[in-house]
Each structure stands twice: as C-alpha cells, then as structure tokens.
C-alpha cells in the first residue's frame, strides 16, 4: 500500500470442518527481508528463490529501489537483487515508506545508521506506534545520529556521515530485531560489534550473513563480527515460514480428523517454539523428510488432529514462539484446563497489543481469558460463534479465522486486509485445506 490507509476486508468463516492434504505456505518473512537488505549491499549478483511475495517484504524492496539498487522482480517467488556493495547506496529523494513493518525499520536502522546520507523513515498507524527507542539508543551509542519522536516512536531521522564504533551490547530484552539492526550498523563500524541477548532469538541474520562469506562469531549467548569487511552475492532458497504455518498447526490440531502436511517448512531451532508448545499440549506433529537449504534446516511438517490440555507454557520457549501466541491462545481455548503464559510482554509492542487484541475476541467467542501484564491465563472451553476485530494485525485475523474449526456458529472478522503484510494467498489456500472461509 502507498499509504496507511486500508480497505476493511471482512472474513466470515463457517464453524466446523477439518484441515486435510498437502500445502506449502509462502516463504518466510524474516529471510525474505534479510535477503533484500544483505543482497544490496553485497558485491555482485544475488538470486533469491521462494521470496515471500508480501507487502511487509516489497516496503523493504521498494525501500533499496529507492536507493539506487536494481532489483528484478518478484515473478513466482524470484529475485534478483545486483548488489552495490557495502558503501553503494544513494541517497532516496524522499522518506522511505515501511508500511506495517517493524523488521524493515529497525533493520534499516542499524544499515543506514553506517552511510553517508540522511534518510527518514515512517510507517502506517500501527508502525508508527511502536517503540523504536530500542535500537536508537544503542546504535547512538555507536556513534549513530538517529531522531526519534519525543515517546520513541517513528517517524526515524538518521543523519548520515557519522562514524560507527563497534561496542558490546547487552540486550534487555530478547529481540532479533535489535540484534540484526546493531549487527548491520557492525558492517559499518571500526572495530568489533558484539550482542549478548538475554535468550536466543532468531538467527537469520547471523546465518545469512555467513551465506554471504562475512565472518560471525558466536560464543554462548554473544554474537560479534568486525566491521570493513565485504559481502559477497550467493543464491537464497527461502522456507516456507514456520509462522504462517503455525496457523494450520493448530487448526489441525484442533479439528476432528485432520491430517495436512506442510510443506518445506523451515524449522531453525530459534524458531520452533511452537511444535514444542503444541506438543507438550499434547498435538501430533511428525517432522518429515529434515534437509538443509541454503544453511537453514527445513523439513515438511504432519499434523493429525490431537486432544490438546491446557499447560504452563515454559518460558524458555516463548521467545522461540513469540509470533505464534495469537494462534496458540486458540489451541489453548480448544484445550482441556488452564494454559498459562508469562514472560511475554513483548506480545504488547507488537503490530497491536495482541494480549489485548487475543483476550478481547476470545471473551466474545465465550471463552474465559484473563489478560494479565506479561500474558494470559485462558481456561479452556466451547468457542461460541460471533464477531471479532483484528485491530488490523495479520495474525490475530487469522488466528481467528482457525478458531471456526472448533465454533458452534459462524465467526466474522474485521479488518483482515493487513493479513497481505505476510500471508498473500490466505483465503484460498486455507479454504482448499479445508477451511470454511470466505472474504468478500
Ligand atoms: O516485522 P514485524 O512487524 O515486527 O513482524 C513480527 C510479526 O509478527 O510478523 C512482529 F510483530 O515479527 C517479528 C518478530 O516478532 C519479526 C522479527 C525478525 O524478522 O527479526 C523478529 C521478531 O521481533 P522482535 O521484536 O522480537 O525482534
């Protein structure tokens, strides 16, 4: 989108059915972004395979258009990017646009902190409310010069020229997205970038930088590279994204005789969260044919329908699952007992307040959900039929658009079009799975 502005998409998803046969969901956001932003900068050309084809991911594209790097596509899901090497980039004539995108910006903050021109960059309403304090303040740090709005949020003003030094951050909360921006204003810096984060978060941006030729190092919870060196092209195979498939993960866990398979999944440890959570509720799910694709392991993924319990859901485990909360709060919902999280107030800075968001619609489909600072205490119980609101995040949409599978009357959501941020394609294929969903 050009701007903010949505259309209100409404989904109305009929209760029962089950999810059956065999589907690959598109490729994964994270390394979709990743794969724009380090193949700019590289020297030469970088071709890139299974691009998730999203709106979150061409903010990022159009972003390194606009700043001279010509990049080809995408056509099913390719791309080529010829890269302008690590000091290439031109200034953009105006500010760029990030749209729902928190990865993009905060990404790109720590990139362009390093470069030799000043750069501003805004988002949609969502985005521009959302706390970027956490990478502005370590990358001034750094030596950056990066103008926040007085509470921290967008829109980002970097003034270029600066100087990076490397430093070692410790991070206060668990965030690939501050690591990979302090990591990449790292490529930029004299010296040695270090971050030691609280527990493992994503890791695409170490790997990718690796696939790349750049040295990383890591040693327990600290990753560390050297500024001055080079990237060099590579060709990218992109995963489908575990998050997207979360919500057939529980969909079919949840519906009566399911039995679907997700195809070339990517299952990087620092991602797998919720196979781990769903299994100790007691699902079944088979990890088939494990491979390695360009340094990410990746497997297809069966899932049979499963009677899930309510669990104390492990804490180390929530950063490793922290975009699937939305969905698993409707396995909890579908559960035998209490499941409680904690330990997961990053889930209030997210694209909404998706406790919030969560709680709110899980009490208007009739089911007992506390919200409490850091999580939820949800007893399981009958989903009723009725109308939610998205609050315009993509993954609440479709987490409630699963929780049909298991109603006793018709679910309506509001406002799904940001379900285009990640998941184009949604409706027909979680329709052909078997879903009984329709958008006008
Ligand atoms: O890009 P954005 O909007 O921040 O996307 C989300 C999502 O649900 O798609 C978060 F709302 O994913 C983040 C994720 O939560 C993507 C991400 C990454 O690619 O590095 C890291 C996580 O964020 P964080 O704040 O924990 O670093």
């Known amino acids: 989108m050009a701007s903010g502005e949505q259309e209100d998409i409404t989904y109305t998803v009929q209760p029962g059915g089950s999810l059956n046969g065999r589907v690959r969901v598109p490729g994964d956001k994270s390394i979709s972004h990743r794969s724009i932003m380090l193949g700019a900068i590289a020297d030469g050309v970088t071709e890139v395979d299974g691009f998730l084809t ?6 990022t594209m159009e972003a390194f258009r606009a700043m001279g790097v010509s990049i080809d596509g995408p056509t099913n899901g390719r791309v080529v990017i010829r890269g302008v090497g690590l000091h290439g980039l031109k200034p953009p004539q105006k500010p760029l646009y990030l749209g729902n995108s928190g990865t993009s910006m905060r990404l790109l903050s720590g990139l362009l ?34 103008a926040t709005t007085e509470t921290g949020t967008p829109p980002l003003r970097i003034t270029g020229g600066r100087q990076i030094r490397g430093m070692h951050y410790k991070m206060p909360m668990a965030s690939a997205q501050v690591k990979s921006s302090l990591l990449l204003a790292g490529l930029y810096a004299k010296g040695k970038t270090c971050v030691t984060e609280p527990a493992p978060t994503r890791d695409h941006t170490e790997r990718m930088l690796q696939g790349f030729g750049y040295s990383v190092e890591r040693d327990g919870s600290t990753v560390c590279l050297n500024g001055g060196g080079a990237l060099r092209a590579t060709k990218i195979d992109v995963p489908a994204d575990i998050s997207s ?15 679907l398979v997700l195809e070339h999944v990517g299952i990087n440890p620092t991602r797998i969260g919720v196979i781990n959570i769903l299994r100790a509720m007691g699902g079944d799910i088979t990890i088939q044919n494990e491979r390695t694709v360009g340094g990410e392991p990746v497997a297809d993924l069966r899932v049979r329908s499963a009677e899930l319990r309510g669990i104390d859901i492990p804490t180390d485990q929530v950063p490793l699952a922290i975009d699937e909360f939305p969905s698993l709060f409707i396995a909890a919902a579908c559960a035998k007992g209490t499941t409680v999280l904690t330990g997961a107030e990053e889930l209030r800075v997210k694209e ?31 989903l009723t039929g009725g109308v939610v609101n998205s609050v315009g995040d993509h993954r609440i949409a479709m987490s409630f658009a699963m929780a049909a599978l298991r109603a006793s009357g018709p679910i309506t959501i509001h406002d799904c079009a940001n379900v285009n941020t990640s998941f184009p394609g949604f409706v027909d294929l979680s329709h052909r799975a078997g879903l009984r969903i329709t958008s006008p």
Do not use: H, W, Y
């Not at 999203?54 to 903010?59: I, K, R, S, Y």
């Not at 501003?120 to 706390?131: F, Y």
């Not at 498939?245 to 039995?259: E, H």
């Open 54 to 59: 999203a709106e979150d991911c061409l903010c």
């Open 245 to 259: 498939s979360a919500f057939f993960l529980v969909g079919a866990s949840i519906a009566p005789n399911s039995d």
């Open 113 to 146: 902190s390093g470069q030799a021109f000043n750069v501003e960059m805004t988002g949609d309403a969502s985005l521009s409310k959302r706390p970027m304090k956490r990478v502005a303040q370590p990358l001034r740090l750094m030596g950056a010069d990066i």
């Open 352 to 382: 909404s307040d998706r406790i919030q968001s969560m709680a709110d619609g899980l009490l208007k489909l009739g089911i007992d959900a506390r919200p409490t600072a850091d999580g939820m205490v949800i007893n399981g119980g009958t």
